[in-house]
């Protein structure tokens, strides 16, 4: 409803120039009001679809009226129509195809009216003051509306990509925790059971408080089974959740797992501090270590050793055999087998441990290696940077869509500054160009001018010059003196290439040369 009542405005409107130009006692201006009218009217139905159509029925209504183009009835139609083709058409080409057949065209009328050029060079100026130049106000309004639009949806697609960010980043804190929750209580639940080892094998403690301690060690290693499970379960936003804990240093891990039972040496100590991820790496790597020693190779000594260089930090965590003391239990205690220790059994996590370890390693710029000794037993080697990487920039999905935005406004902002300046270099050049061309028509060679004599015919004036000029000035130039009177008609022909005076006028009286000058 509200583009109808636009186009009725519109329509009302281009219309008043039409009305006010009429004259109520010339019967035939009605009717060419009443054209225009009409048309005008078709050319606002037509110009949401078909915007170039209704400026190419303004331009043929104008045309008629005056080959300049410029009219008084149908100049407001122009600049509306134009202003709206700019606005409305999708692409450019077809317009400029538009705008050249109007000149072409108008040259054409020139030429078979054989009015002067001036006329067309008027119509030129009318084009592109008229239409071009709304035309282009209109794309640029038109790529100012998208550039806008544009920025509103990059607005929407950075928020909603920041939103699905601040999710992965809140799965992936998620994940963390659960990895720090399965190393921290596993590592806890395998020290209780070295412990419960120990308290099983004692000679201190009677039959059934050694099936007791049994009990308690196969009971921590089926938490610790069932933790693996489970601990994909994370709690709900804005639950607390568990992790390591906070601010442990390697060596009171190393001093934990000795109070534990697990024969630890721990080589220098106090272990250099590293920062960020790299020391959280660190920890992680003599956490997994002790760990996987506690699980498969109880008994056994642990021997951690940390070197450093100038940029970076080696830390080795090597186990021997296990002595499979707990496997000499009391009555009822069975002996386990040999301990698996490759490395997809390294931990007891079927693997994952070994692999979030490697994976924890390279987020921190390290590398992670893990093989079996000779003696049996297993080493864990990781090299950690004393500086860590820095972070990884964010997705540039954004910064292109924004590059590329400011790109299209430089663009609209270059062909709306380079496209009027062009128009105006060429419309120069093509006038510089049709006036040297009718100052060569119009030139008089001296030694012609020197043979006319007085009382010659034009025929005659034409056989006798050798290159007799095409056509003459069209008026004489601007100061030059009066005429001669009793003269029927003057023709100018130009005396120079070089400048518009002085001239040689030619005067006849009934079709012979009656005066002839050199006119300053």
């Avoid at 403690?205 to 994909?232: C, H, V, Y």
């Avoid at 442990?248 to 630890?264: D, I, K, M, P, W």
């Avoid at 960020?276 to 002790?290: K, N, P, T």
């Amino acid at each position: 409803m509200r583009e109808r009542l636009f186009d009725l405005g519109l329509w009302l409107l281009l219309c008043v120039p039409v009305l006010l130009r009429s004259d109520p006692h010339d019967g035939g201006s009605w009717l060419q009001v009443a054209v225009g009218v009409v048309v005008l009217g078709g050319c606002v139905a037509v110009s949401r679809r078909w915007p170039l159509v209704a400026l190419g029925a303004t331009v043929a209504l104008s045309l008629p009226a005056t080959l300049e183009l410029f009219t008084p009835s149908y100049s407001l139609a122009l600049v509306a129509f134009g202003y709206l083709a700019g606005r409305r058409q999708e692409h450019t080409r077809a317009a400029l195809w538009l705008f050249g057949a109007v000149a072409a065209t108008g040259l054409l009328l020139t030429s078979v009216t054989r009015t002067s050029l001036g006329q067309w060079f008027t119509l030129l100026l009318a084009l592109a003051l008229a239409v071009v130049a709304p035309w282009l106000i209109g794309r640029y309004v038109r790529q100012y509306d998208r550039l806008v639009r544009s920025g509103w949806e990059l607005a929407d697609r950075m928020e909603r990509e920041q939103a699905a960010v601040a999710d992965r980043e809140r799965l992936r804190e998620r994940s963390r925790i659960a990895g720090d929750m399965h190393d921290s209580l596993g590592h806890d639940l395998a020290l209780i059971a070295i412990r419960a080892g120990a308290l099983e094998v004692s000679p201190d403690l009677g039959p059934e408080q050694q099936r007791a301690a049994g009990e308690l060690r196969r009971a921590a290693a089926d938490a610790t089974a069932r933790l693996r499970d489970i601990i994909g379960v994370l709690r709900e936003d804005g639950a607390a959740a568990p992790t390591s804990p906070p601010g442990e240093t390697v060596e009171e891990l190393a001093a934990r797992a000795r109070a534990s039972g697990l024969a630890v040496t721990l080589a220098p100590d106090p272990v250099p501090t590293l920062p960020g991820m790299s020391g959280l790496a660190l920890h992680r790597v003599v956490q997994e270590g002790l760990t996987n020693a506690a699980k498969h190779a109880p008994g056994a000594a642990v021997a951690v050793t940390v070197t450093q260089d100038t940029t970076h930090v080696r830390v080795r965590v090597v186990s021997g055999p296990g002595t499979t003391a707990a496997g000499s239990a009391g009555a009822g205690a069975q002996a386990p087998s040999a301990p698996d220790r490759t490395p997809a059994s390294a931990s007891g996590s079927g693997g994952t441990g070994l692999v979030g370890l490697g994976e924890r390693v390279r987020l921190a710029g390290g590398t992670l290696g893990h093989r079996a000794t000779a003696d049996g037993g297993f080493a864990l080697t990781a090299v950690l940077p004393r500086r860590p990487p820095a972070p990884l920039p964010a997705a540039p999905t954004s910064a292109r869509e924004l590059d590329r935005a400011r790109r299209e406004v430089r663009k609209g902002l270059a062909r709306a500054i380079w496209i009027p300046l062009a128009l105006l270099a060429a419309l120069g050049l093509l006038m510089a160009g049709v006036a040297l061309w009718t100052q060569a028509r119009s030139y008089l060679e001296p030694a012609d001018y020197a043979r006319l004599q007085v009382g010659q015919t034009l025929t005659r004036l034409d056989e006798d010059a050798e290159d007799w000029p095409d056509h003459p000035l069209d008026g004489p130039p601007h100061g030059v003196p009066a005429e001669p009177p009793g003269m029927d008609e003057c023709r100018y022909y130009r005396a120079t290439m070089l400048a518009a005076l002085p001239v040689y006028r030619l005067c006849f009286v009934a079709g012979h040369l009656a005066d002839k000058a050199e006119v300053p």
